[in-house]
């Protein structure tokens, strides 16, 4: 029996053997929580850029869209191949629909939205019904396998269907996630009415657009943009017929009663067997956010606002403020979030001397080495320039050991404190601001390889989270640092051509600011989902700054910030008064 599949020696009761399409699943199951190997890249190379290999490129890319060098490499094949269509070999058609559906949605093409999104509708419901198909069959009670659990029949049979109900349950999480991704879009089958309710009102389908305005409602019935709609609706309708007798579509008020009959079953399990159950998709919309076409307000000039599709926005864990104090006069406030086209974003000057920054590039000069803070990679992000870094605690060792000025090293302890209590100032936290990464870094363009440069020195990403330009979202999950609250980038020097600090949409391609660095100027961020950025390429001469990510969560603190601050503490105790700046006592051990 040793060779055979676990179910075979399941109890009678359970079936004799496993349906073909149960082991089918579990493979499926498998095969998606790994993640994705480099064999798209290894065969892009070694395949001599075939078409094949392009496409288990892209594939592998869609699935780990923070992949930087697969997407370097994608992008060379589109320069040598010419125009290209790069199929995703995991997508999932109704996603891929609706993807397409929201895009033409955006450009206003309504009537190629529509088309786009009953599309994406009809194959959502029929990747519903063989998902819950996927669940028959016998099923494995893993977190029983550890114990000789000997259950009796009733028992057996219990356990048997609720894995059942669990599993296609789960569906509505699964039919919602993107392939290589581990949360779902949030609200997922309900925004397709919200877009389609609008869309036909656009192309003059009321009847159509009151029908799925009232669907939309069955998951969110207490919307008020949408209860408007549909009042604004009915009316458009009065004349002709009676709108009381166009109902919601049937097929989502299954669904939903389904659903909800499920959950109920789910919780009274919960409870009577002693499970553990969590609702797999939170059905909540108020993380949405309206999103208006260009045009639509000066087009509904004559009636009443109409509330458009919506779309997730990046999601937020605290309360946003800003325009706090700066703290040191010499500090000059040049834009905050609004003028930076954005949320979370201020421009500041000054917040180093000339002096200081020349300090700082000695320093940087006998400290950093090539790859450091890139896990030895000399050309992380592009092969056309080299990145070279060192963090606090490794100049402090070198300025004690005399290697380099310690009074310099100092320097860059004092500096990155002095950019952690302006940027906690300015935002006005609640909670202290913690470092959870310091890391002084210079990229040098490489001669000889400048001409023509397509590529960016560092491609558009988020700090907390996987950007995913196609599906519009930043996923929050690994391996992004998704603890990271705070960024903030202080330049050092200008002495070089190219390597513009640039804010992105969530599309990675439209650019909302550009900002120029130099001696002195910062730049400071929240690192979510809602400031996606990247730096321009450097196409001459070197570009120094200090990178500063920070927390609000002590359990993520920078422990080589923690040892600086006991050799920084070392020292004053050696020499008091050496600094201008104290240390953070919150940060201190």
Same mark, same amino acid.
């Given at each position: 029996?040793?060779?055979?599949?676990?179910?075979?020696?399941?109890?009678?009761?359970?079936?004799?053997?496993?349906?073909?399409?149960?082991?089918?699943? &579990?493979?499926?199951?498998?095969?998606?929580?790994?993640?994705?190997?480099?064999?798209?890249?290894?065969?892009?190379?070694?395949?001599?850029?075939?078409?094949?290999?392009?496409?288990?490129?892209?594939?592998?890319?869609?699935?780990?869209?923070?992949?930087?060098?697969? &997407?370097?490499?994608?992008?060379?094949?589109?320069?040598?191949?010419?125009?290209?269509?790069?199929?995703?070999?995991?997508?999932?058609?109704?996603?891929?629909?609706?993807?397409?559906?929201?895009?033409?949605?955006?450009?206003?093409?309504?009537?190629?939205?529509?088309?786009?999104?009953?599309?994406?509708?009809?194959?959502?419901?029929?990747?519903?019904?063989?998902?819950?198909?996927?669940?028959?069959?016998?099923?494995?009670?893993?977190?029983?396998?550890?114990?000789? @659990?000997?259950?009796?029949?009733?028992?057996?049979?219990?356990?048997?269907?609720?894995?059942?109900?669990?599993?296609?349950?789960?569906?509505?999480?699964?039919?919602?996630?993107?392939?290589?991704?581990?949360?779902?879009?949030?609200?997922?089958?309900?925004?397709? @009415?919200?877009?389609?309710?609008?869309?036909?009102?656009?192309?003059?389908?009321?009847?159509?657009?009151?029908?799925?305005?009232?669907?939309?409602?069955?998951?969110?019935?207490?919307?008020?943009?949408?209860?408007?709609?549909?009042?604004?609706?009915?009316?458009?309708?009065?004349?002709?017929?009676?709108?009381?007798?166009?109902?919601?579509?049937?097929?989502?008020?299954?669904?939903?009663?389904?659903?909800?009959?499920?959950?109920?079953?789910?919780?009274?399990?919960?409870?009577?067997?002693?499970?553990?159950?969590?609702?797999?998709?939170?059905?909540?919309?108020?993380?949405?956010?309206?999103?208006? +076409?260009?045009?639509?307000?000066?087009?509904?000039?004559?009636?009443?606002?109409?509330?458009?599709?919506?779309? +997730?926005?990046?999601?937020?864990?605290?309360?946003?403020?800003?325009?706090?104090?700066?703290?040191?006069?010499?500090? &000059?406030?040049?834009?905050?979030?609004? &003028?930076?086209?954005?949320?979370?974003?201020?421009?500041? =000057?000054?917040?180093?001397?000339?002096?200081?920054?020349?300090?700082?590039?000695?320093?940087?000069?006998?400290?950093?080495?090539?790859?450091?803070?890139?896990?030895?990679?000399?050309?992380?992000?592009?092969?056309?320039?080299?990145?070279?870094?060192?963090?606090?605690?490794?100049?402090?060792?070198?300025?004690?050991?005399?290697?380099?000025?310690?009074?310099?090293?100092?320097?860059?302890?004092?500096?990155?404190?002095?950019?952690?209590?302006?940027?906690?100032?300015?935002?006005?936290?609640?909670?202290?601001?913690?470092?959870?990464?310091?890391?002084?870094?210079?990229?040098?363009?490489?001669?000889?390889?400048?001409?023509?440069?397509?590529?960016?020195?560092?491609?558009?990403?988020?700090?907390?989270?996987?950007?995913?330009?196609?599906?519009?979202?930043?996923?929050?999950?690994?391996?992004?640092?998704?603890?990271?609250?705070?960024?903030?980038?202080?330049?050092?020097?200008?002495?070089?051509?190219?390597?513009?600090?640039?804010?992105?949409?969530?599309?990675?391609?439209?650019?909302?600011?550009?900002?120029?660095?130099?001696?002195?100027?910062?730049?400071?961020?929240?690192?979510?989902?809602?400031?996606?950025?990247?730096?321009?390429?450097?196409?001459?001469?070197?570009?120094?700054?200090?990178?500063?990510?920070?927390?609000?969560?002590?359990?993520?603190?920078?422990?080589?910030?923690?040892?600086? =601050?006991?050799?920084?503490?070392?020292?004053?105790?050696?020499?008091?008064?050496?600094?201008?700046?104290?240390?953070?006592?919150?940060?201190?051990?």
């Amino acid at each position: 029996m040793a060779g055979f599949p676990p179910c075979v020696q399941q109890p009678w009761w359970l079936g004799p053997r496993c349906p073909r399409h149960t082991e089918q699943w &579990q493979v499926a199951k498998e095969i998606s929580s790994v993640v994705p190997s480099h064999g798209g890249r290894f065969w892009l190379v070694v395949a001599g850029h075939s078409p094949e290999a392009a496409d288990a490129a892209h594939t592998f890319f869609m699935a780990n869209p923070e992949h930087m060098e697969m &997407q370097q490499d994608i992008e060379n094949y589109k320069t040598l191949a010419g125009k290209v269509h790069l199929v995703d070999r995991e997508a999932k058609p109704h996603m891929e629909n609706y993807s397409a559906g929201v895009k033409h949605y955006d450009r206003e093409e309504y009537a190629l939205a529509i088309e786009s999104l009953e599309r994406a509708l009809r194959g959502y419901y029929i990747a519903d019904v063989e998902c819950r198909v996927m669940c028959e069959g016998p099923q494995r009670f893993e977190e029983y396998e550890y114990l000789e @659990y000997k259950a009796d029949l009733y028992e057996a049979i219990a356990d048997h269907y609720m894995q059942i109900l669990v599993c296609q349950h789960e569906c509505v999480r699964e039919l919602a996630t993107r392939p290589g991704r581990l949360s779902p879009i949030e609200n997922y089958l309900p925004l397709h @009415y919200d877009y389609l309710q609008f869309a036909y009102y656009r192309v003059g389908e009321y009847m159509k657009a009151l029908e799925c305005a009232k669907s939309y409602l069955l998951f969110h019935p207490d919307d008020e943009a949408v209860l408007e709609n549909v009042d604004y609706y009915q009316s458009l309708l009065e004349e002709t017929m009676d709108p009381e007798t166009i109902k919601a579509r049937e097929e989502a008020a299954k669904f939903l009663r389904r659903h909800k009959l499920e959950s109920d079953l789910l919780q009274m399990g919960a409870t009577g067997l002693g499970f553990g159950y969590t609702e797999p998709v939170t059905t909540c919309s108020s993380s949405l956010l309206l999103r208006i +076409p260009s045009g639509a307000n000066s087009e509904l000039a004559d009636g009443p606002t109409l509330s458009p599709g919506k779309k +997730p926005a990046p999601k937020m864990d605290r309360e946003l403020r800003e325009g706090g104090s700066l703290l040191y006069g010499d500090v &000059q406030f040049i834009y905050n979030s609004q &003028q930076l086209n954005g949320t979370q974003r201020v421009l500041l =000057d000054n917040v180093i001397s000339e002096e200081e920054c020349q300090e700082l590039r000695t320093v940087a000069n006998g400290i950093m080495l090539a790859g450091d803070g890139y896990r030895g990679k000399t050309s992380p992000h592009t092969p056309n320039e080299k990145f070279e870094g060192a963090t606090v605690l490794k100049a402090l060792k070198f300025g004690y050991e005399g290697r380099v000025p310690l009074k310099g090293a100092r320097l860059f302890y004092d500096v990155s404190e002095k950019a952690r209590r302006i940027v906690e100032s300015y935002f006005l936290l609640n909670s202290t601001l913690y470092f959870s990464y310091t890391h002084l870094v210079c990229r040098t363009a490489l001669p000889g390889q400048q001409e023509k440069r397509s590529d960016l020195s560092h491609p558009i990403h988020a700090d907390n989270c996987l950007l995913d330009p196609e599906a519009s979202e930043c996923w929050k999950e690994p391996p992004a640092y998704t603890f990271r609250d705070y960024s903030a980038l202080l330049y050092m020097n200008t002495d070089f051509e190219g390597g513009e600090f640039i804010f992105t949409e969530m599309d990675a391609k439209t650019v909302t600011a550009s900002i120029k660095p130099k001696c002195g100027r910062m730049i400071s961020f929240s690192s979510g989902g809602e400031n996606p950025h990247g730096v321009k390429a450097v196409t001459k001469g070197q570009r120094c700054a200090v990178a500063l990510w920070f927390t609000l969560d002590p359990l993520y603190r920078e422990l080589e910030r923690i040892q600086a =601050d006991e050799v920084i503490a070392t020292l004053d105790q050696a020499h008091p008064g050496a600094s201008e700046l104290s240390i953070n006592p919150k940060d201190e051990l």
